[in-house]
């Protein structure tokens, strides 16, 4: 069965801190990992990434894919307020663009 | 240039009730994907429509069924519907190229609270 695991389940952190969300990943005919935002209701698409060790950034945010170890990381430096949310996972399935979806990581960034 | 829509944005249904849920794609998208978002968890891909067809399925049972229609909009049904259908449920679109450029990345919508009393 494909599998996403996200970690940690949440973290709360102050202003300024530097984070790291770890998402892992079992699955048969990947495409791609994705990353997504999601504050309220609608994921907000952040980083799609497809070949191993090449970094992707915007801004405080950026992201690097494993595909021998299977995992990919999302770091954010300097964190603000209103980078508290759900920060979701998923993998591109071949052959049908199907998203599996890990559970999320809350974030919540204290001022 | 317009984003993914959804309407409505919440509904109450009661045990039983039929539901339909409406999406409209990204502007030069032609695929629709729907997912089911229950609290506290990732969301779970329920089935995908390109070219008026349903072209893959996640697993759920045949009370949810969707339509796409000419104009790449698509409508989600769900018969018969349990108190665990109670989640928040998502349209994303991408495109192969059909309607437009091609993009793997899907954009989500809003999504559409249900709650099934």
């Known amino acids: 069965e494909d599998k996403v695991v996200q970690s940690p389940l949440s973290l709360v952190v102050h202003e300024g801190d530097t984070v790291t969300l770890n998402c892992s990943y079992e699955?048969?005919?990947?495409?791609?990992l994705l990353w997504y935002k999601q504050e309220k209701k609608a994921p907000t698409f952040l980083f799609m990434l497809?070949?191993?060790?090449i970094e992707k950034k915007s801004g405080r945010l950026s992201s690097i894919l494993d595909k021998k170890e299977l995992f990919s990381i999302l770091n954010i430096t300097a964190t603000q307020t209103g980078d508290s949310a759900v920060y979701l996972c998923?993998?591109?399935?071949?052959?049908?663009?199907?998203?599996?979806f890990g559970a999320g990581t809350i974030l919540r960034v204290k001022s | 240039d317009a984003g993914v829509t959804q309407s409505p944005t919440h509904l109450i249904k009661t045990r039983g009730q039929q539901v339909t849920l409406r999406c409209s794609p990204k502007?030069?998208?032609?695929?629709v994907s729907w997912y089911q978002q229950a609290l506290g968890q990732g969301p779970q891909f329920i089935f995908q429509?390109?070219?008026?067809?349903?072209?893959q399925r996640g697993n759920f049972p045949d009370r949810f069924s969707g339509h796409q229609f000419p104009n790449y909009s698509s409508e989600l049904n769900v018969n018969a519907l349990l108190l665990g259908d109670s989640a928040l449920y998502l349209c994303?679109?991408?495109?192969?190229?059909?309607?437009?450029?091609?993009?793997?990345?899907?954009?989500f919508g809003p999504g559409t609270r249900l709650t099934v009393l």
């Open positions: 429509y390109y070219e008026e067809e349903e072209r």
């Open positions: 998923a993998v591109l399935m071949e052959y049908g663009n199907k998203l599996v």
């Open positions: 497809t070949s191993s060790g």
């Open positions: 502007s030069g998208h032609d695929t």
């Open positions: 994303a679109s991408s495109s192969w190229g059909r309607a437009g450029t091609y993009s793997d990345t899907q954009y």
């Open positions: 699955v048969t005919n990947f495409r791609s």
